[in-house]
């Protein structure tokens, strides 16, 4: 009888690091494919509105910072228009690519303050900057919201936020100011105080 010597499939890394590698060559080492990475510069010149920085740490079940994450953020712009739109910001992209600082974690957007946006049925969003992340061991991606703790009355009629049944979690959701126009918003995947997450 012959045996037969079958190879065993290899573990899996579902992102990193080939995240940084497609998304983010500059950073990964990978020099002449962009000038700079994609998503790197959401402010392109004089933006309206108040610039802003976001700041942050992405940070697993036991509270350690998560060194391999890639975070990305689209927005409107101070007034509450998407790039694209009619009288759209033309020196704010909207979209930023942000990956973890591989010794801390941290990541930061230099961005602006969005405008509050229209809901479906006509009621006002607060002011939100959308947010994906991805990074080894997130089979898919998860995503968020960042809302602003300065903002209270926009929060207290945001639609999306008036659906969140655990009232003592919408506090995962805020950023909070730090002075200097600098926001602070860490994202935790498990555990105490777990983000909320979206199903979208």
Known sequence: MQRIERLKESPSQTAGPYVHIGALPNFAGIDGVYDEDLGQRMVLGA???EQITLRGTVYDGTGAALRDAMVEIWQADAAGLYAGQDGA???FTGWGRQAGDMETGAFAFETVKPGAVPFRDG????PHVSVWIVARGINLGLQTRIYFADEQEANAADPILARIEH???????????EGDGTY????????????????I
Do not use: N, Y
Request: no cysteine; hydrophobic share 40%; net charge positive.
């Open 167 to 177: 009232r003592d979690r919408i506090s995962t959701l805020m950023a909070r100011p």
């Open 123 to 126: 009621r006002m969003q607060a």
């Open 89 to 91: 910001d033309p020196a």
């Open 47 to 49: 933006v309206r509105g």
């Open 184 to 199: 602070r918003f860490d994202i935790r995947l498990q555990g105490e105080a777990e983000t909320i997450f979206f199903d």
